[in-house]
């Protein structure tokens, strides 16, 4: 059994700065990669950032320079840190892990119940 659970979301207002957490626990292996999506209201879910064994990051080009993707592996959780915020970037933020439960296993895809980033104007 593997849980995965986001935290940090929040209102706040045009240039402010979040920090949104997650964090894996349970039956864990070795993570593969970790990363944040996002999803607006009437909008299909978008990656936003994204952390492949700590050494590869990527990141959505509207977020680039503003949004910051960290892990602790030794925690088991991701981060983004999120400054210069805009009314766009207003979504239900969702985490995801991808890991092996055992040396010889494969893969598995693990969401996050997403929590919300309200950026007024």
């Known amino acids: 059994q593997v849980q995965v659970v986001e935290s940090g979301g929040g209102l706040v207002q045009a240039g402010e700065s979040l920090k949104l957490s997650c964090a894996a626990s349970?039956?864990?292996?070795?993570?593969?990669?970790m990363g944040w999506y996002r999803q607006a209201p009437g909008k299909v879910r978008e990656l936003v950032a994204s952390?492949?064994?700590?050494?590869?990051?990527n990141y959505a080009d509207s977020v680039k320079g503003r949004f910051t993707i960290s892990r602790d592996n030794s925690k088991n959780t991701v981060y983004l840190e999120m400054n210069s915020l805009k009314p766009e970037d207003t979504a239900v933020y969702f985490c995801?892990?991808?890991?092996?439960?055992?040396?010889?296993?494969?893969?598995?895809?693990?969401w996050g119940q997403g929590t919300q980033v309200t950026v007024s104007s």
């Open positions: 349970g039956s864990i292996f070795s993570i593969n990669a």
């Open positions: 952390d492949t064994s700590g050494r590869t990051t």
């Open positions: 995801n892990v991808l890991l092996r439960t055992s040396y010889s296993g494969p893969s598995y895809s693990y």
